[in-house]
């Protein structure tokens, strides 16, 4: 134990280093002046590097901001937040409750208390997002039928007046269909996909190069692509055709916010036991497709697979929704981190025993 770590002790014993809670304590200039063990194997950071380091500066990315470690320390009144999203300098992704207690001593000081929650909260919001999803699709169903009613017998309608219409009116009755028309085919998008996956045995690195290929030929951003592939995912049984859609549902999206340029990754990978909606899969295919594009709106992170939700001006924000919906059908998921500079997409699909 060195004179870094914090010391809470009773006869014999140093309470802090029981602790499975990571705590460590900021000086007023945000630099971890103590710490407990706990601390170094949550943030994967040796003693000697996290000791004096500013706080902030250990990740590549987090939602707390130094600005609020500072109002505390000014206003002496602590904080605790849920779901703080932190990235590390090599790529890992936390996600992290935390707790800051203002410390009266000779210096002002922050008590902080970090505690992953990554792996249940996942779980949990996943199981939440899916009976929203599949909610929204119910509703967005039953409104676009109920829609497609009316508007049929209104388009008949003017189909019939129009007969009996001189040329200059007829101007106004082929309005009236024209955006009869326009309506329904915006309800047919809201009803997604109706046919169910016809799956082979594919390969999945063939489906991403034909999606990359199709992005590359309508590029006017020159955006580079770069592939990332795991050559051990075996082929498995899935529907081309649908996978295919839903990924270039995404890699469009992240070409239309690349619009000085930029980057996309292709990249594949295998799991194993892994779970998705709460069911545990020996073998899981991942599909990430990462951009260094300016990242998704906090505003609407939490809604972004909801239909008609979009960041873009004139966005129908139909695309993710379709494409929750297809790798739904797979039994899969979809998973957004997003931050600035970084989106990144992630699909999971299943790989069956028997399809495998």
């Known amino acids: 134990m060195t004179h870094a770590h914090i010391a809470l002790e009773l006869p014999g014993i140093n309470l802090a280093e029981q602790l499975t809670t990571a705590v460590l304590v900021l000086d007023a200039q945000l630099q971890v002046s103590c710490f407990n063990t706990a601390c170094c194997a949550l943030l994967g950071i040796g003693e000697k590097r996290l000791q004096h380091q500013y706080f902030p500066g250990l990740f590549q990315y987090s939602d707390l901001s130094a600005a609020q470690l500072v109002s505390t320390l000014n206003t002496k009144q602590g904080f605790g937040i849920s779901d703080v999203h932190c990235v590390m ?5 936390l996600l992290l409750d935390m707790t800051a207690t203002w410390l009266e001593t000779e210096q002002p000081s922050l008590v902080m208390e970090l505690r992953q929650v990554d792996q249940q909260r996942k779980i949990s919001m996943e199981s939440l997002q899916q009976h929203q999803h599949l909610a929204a699709r119910e509703l967005i ?3 676009a039928h109920e829609i497609k009613n009316p508007l049929g017998g209104l388009r008949g309608a003017a189909q019939l007046l129009e007969e009996s219409l001189n040329e200059e009116q007829k101007e106004y009755t082929q309005l009236i269909i024209a955006q009869a028309d326009r309506l329904r085919n915006l309800v047919d998008r809201l009803l997604g996909p109706y046919k ?3 799956k082979v045995v594919s390969n999945l690195h063939e489906i991403i190069e034909r999606v990359s290929q199709l992005a590359q030929m309508d590029n006017p951003n020159a955006v580079q692509f770069i592939r990332d592939y795991d050559p051990s995912i075996p082929d498995f049984s899935l529907d081309p055709e649908l996978l ?4 270039l549902n995404i890699v469009r999206n992240a070409q239309q916010v690349l619009i000085q340029g930029g980057q996309i990754v292709m990249q594949s990978r295998i799991l194993h036991q892994h779970t998705i909606h709460g069911r545990r899969h020996k073998l899981v295919a991942v599909i990430r ?3 260094n594009g300016p990242g998704i709106p906090p505003a609407i992170k939490d809604t972004l697979f909801y239909p008609m939700v979009s960041g873009k001006p004139g966005g129908t924000g139909l695309g993710l929704s379709i494409s929750q919906t297809l790798i739904h059908q797979h039994g899969g998921w979809i998973d957004c981190d997003s931050w600035p500079g970084r989106t990144e997409f992630t699909l999971y699909l299943p ?3 028997e399809g495998a």
Not at 89 to 93: A, E, I, K, L, Y
Not at 244 to 247: K, M
């Open 89 to 93: 300098p090599d790529g890992r992704h």
């Open 141 to 143: 169903r039953g409104l």
């Open 196 to 198: 169910p996956p016809h």
């Open 244 to 247: 295919e859609q839903a990924l």
């Open 289 to 291: 497709v990462i951009d």
């Open 351 to 353: 790989i069956s025993a």
